[in-house]
């Protein structure tokens, strides 16, 4: 084994956590390396992790594309606009998702190279004494050591015994993105994030599409009302989805192109089975720490295999640290990014704090769903006494111009001191519209802050602007409900 190098900082992994930390800290002037273990199909190693080659970026990719398609066969006819004989090219598709990827994978080498970051590739241990072992895609061994580490290994889809994954057929995330044709009937394992934006994909492009969920609630982690509208919508959209649904088993049944997935599971009704072209499974992610440390190193993790940190992400082995999915917190590209910053500035001696309390969540189906803060039905179960606002863009000009007047606005704020405390929202622009009330309560705005804030017109954040006014019942363009005595 070569004892290489020693590096001021050494990240593990090159994903949004990993990529973003390496390059902050060698802005920071700090001698910086970053180990990545993930390899193309032509024995390249690919930087940017889940998020940039099979997870944020390719699904936006093939969202938007299915998206247009959609719209183009249903909403043009409406602007005055004939689409017949529409067809989707799937190849091209794929092609175009594929170069979006390659064209972001690349710009971070080109990051790299410009701050000074020393790229290695394989795979990486931690070991005792802040020794890093890295083993190449050939079996060579190099050992570097590092003043800080951060830990940035991310995670993994999971998977379940009763649906194992099966060449193009049962396939996870990953695989849901490289369908080479439109399934007729598909079937997804999991109402969260992943298999409704997934879902929602192939449902655009033809796919009669049923999602199976275990839990009976939708979206239990959303605002209540966002999630009965959600589903509402989701619905009409044409997604069967069916609640409080667990799968009991998978068969793959058929030859070649004949070849069918059978899925048995029980729910209200008892046994039951469907048949599906394809299967995706999206029943979450799982921390990818498994031979990331040896036992003298010192990290630990727990029940779930997380690393242990603490709010400023070290963990118990002074100087080093751990971020984004591999500890705890909601596994999201941006919480991610954020912590290595975080990180990086702190081993340069800046003393940063993430708001946890305060990072936005999106699903990016049509419309999408945003939220931040806390829910309604978190603040009644604290005892916390709150006033709503709610504005549907229906009644927003601008929506009505773009033909995209489903869902609405939510905004909470504390009853006595008026400061928002959450904000919820489904419609047009939902995740950049979400941001805006981001930066109100980092700031620590109250309700009547943005309602005293110039929206201009006509525009969808407008919808934001009316929701903080109908708070204390002064929105403008919609008639507002008594306020509660």
Request: proline content about 4%; some cysteine.
């Amino acid at each position: 084994i070569l004892m290489s190098e020693n590096f001021q900082v050494i990240v593990i992994g090159a994903g949004p956590a990993g990529y973003v930390a390496a390059i902050r800290a060698a802005q920071l002037g700090l001698k910086t390396a970053c180990i990545e273990k993930w390899i193309d199909d032509n024995g390249k190693c690919k930087l940017g992790g889940t998020c940039l080659n099979v997870g944020c970026i390719p699904s936006k990719a093939l969202l938007d594309s299915s998206h247009k398609f959609a719209e183009a066969k249903h909403d043009f006819s409406i602007h005055g606009i004939s689409s017949n004989d529409l067809s989707m090219d799937i190849s091209k598709m794929l092609e175009r998702k594929n170069k979006i990827v390659s064209q972001l994978t690349g710009g971070i080498s080109g990051l790299f190279k410009a701050n000074g970051v020393h790229s290695i590739f394989g795979a990486a241990k931690l070991l005792a004494n802040k020794i890093v072992e890295v083993t190449d895609p050939s079996g060579k061994k190099e050992q570097y050591t590092a003043d800080h580490i951060i830990i940035a290994a991310g995670s993994v889809p999971i998977t379940i015994p009763p649906a194992p994954l099966v060449d193009d057929i049962v396939v996870d995330s990953t695989g849901a993105l490289e369908f080479k044709s439109v399934p007729q009937k598909l079937g997804v394992i999991g109402a969260g994030v992943i298999g409704l934006e997934l879902g929602s994909v192939w449902a655009r492009l033809g796919s009669q599409v049923t999602v199976l969920e275990a839990l009976d609630d939708f979206l239990p982690a959303a605002d209540l009302t966002i999630s009965k509208e959600t589903f509402k919508t989701f619905k009409k959209q044409g997604l069967d989805i069916k609640l409080g649904t667990r799968v009991t088993g998978s068969e793959v049944i058929g030859e070649g192109d004949n070849r069918q997935v059978k899925v048995e599971f029980t729910d209200s009704n008892g046994k039951t089975e469907m048949l599906f072209d394809r299967l995706i499974v999206c029943v979450g992610r799982r921390p990818l720490s498994e031979n990331l440390l040896s036992p003298d190193s010192g990290v630990n993790l727990d029940e779930r295999g997380f690393i242990f940190v603490n709010e400023q992400c070290e963990t118990e082995v002074r100087d080093i640290y751990a971020v984004g999915d591999i500890v705890r917190g909601p596994m999201l590209a941006h919480k991610a990014s954020e912590e290595g910053v975080m990180v990086a500035e702190r081993i340069a001696g800046k003393k940063p704090q993430i708001n946890y309390e305060n990072i936005p969540n999106v699903i990016y189906t049509h419309p999408e769903i945003a939220w931040v803060g806390k829910t309604e039905q978190e603040l009644k179960a604290a005892g916390t006494d709150y006033n709503v606002g709610i504005f549907p863009f229906s009644a927003s000009g601008r929506a009505m111009a773009a033909n995209e007047t489903t869902g609405m606005v939510k905004i909470i704020a504390e009853a006595k001191s008026d400061r928002i405390l959450g904000c919820h929202i489904i419609g047009p622009s939902a995740a950049d519209l979400v941001q805006q009330v981001v930066i109100a309560i980092e700031f620590g705005a109250s309700s009547e802050d943005l309602a005293l804030t110039v929206f201009s017109h006509p525009t969808l954040s407008e919808v934001v602007h009316e929701a903080a006014l109908a708070v204390s019942g002064h929105a403008i363009h919609i008639p507002n409900k008594p306020k509660r005595s």
